[in-house]
């Protein structure tokens, strides 16, 4: 596809909490998708040593972002962690099986896993992190910059 091909994902404020750490990263995970995407060539071979290069990125990022959403929700004492937890670990098993199934010779175009990753971030920003979006925002204090950070006084209120 030519370098001019747009992204897959276009970061909006609809899509921010207002966590400055947790947007940024949010951020990340949007361009790690569009990335993706853009080297969805339909050239097999240049996507499968684009894909074995990327996931690998990617899974770790996720994991990165994961760990800092669950450690602000246990800190701030979030009633949905445990719900929110388990579908962190459910998307890293699906995308572990995707890879495994993968390396054992299953046909998975760069296209498709990419429309996956993008759909479950989507959706996932859109229903799980919202959540927590508003009891973020009644905790959190509000800093020059216009962005929520929490603070240990913060915890302390939750």
Do not use: P
């Amino acid at each position: 596809m030519a370098d001019n091909q747009k992204d897959l994902v276009v970061w909006t404020d609809k899509f921010a909490c207002g966590i400055k750490t947790i947007d940024d990263q949010h951020k990340m995970l949007v361009d790690l998708v569009n990335n993706m995407f853009k080297h969805a060539t339909g050239n097999e071979k240049q996507e499968k040593d684009f894909f074995n290069k990327a996931i690998q990125e990617v899974i770790n990022y996720v994991k990165v972002h994961f760990a800092t959403e669950e450690k602000i929700l246990i800190a701030t004492k979030f009633a949905g962690y445990e719900e929110h937890k388990k579908e962190h670990e459910n998307f890293i098993r699906k995308v572990i099986e995707n890879v495994r199934d993968y390396e054992a010779g299953k046909r998975l175009t760069l296209s498709t896993f990419t429309r996956y990753l993008r759909d479950w971030i989507l959706s996932h920003i859109a229903y799980m992190d919202k959540q927590y979006f508003e009891y973020f925002r009644k905790i959190a204090t509000r800093k020059e910059d216009g962005k929520l950070h929490i603070t240990s006084e913060d915890l302390k209120k939750a």
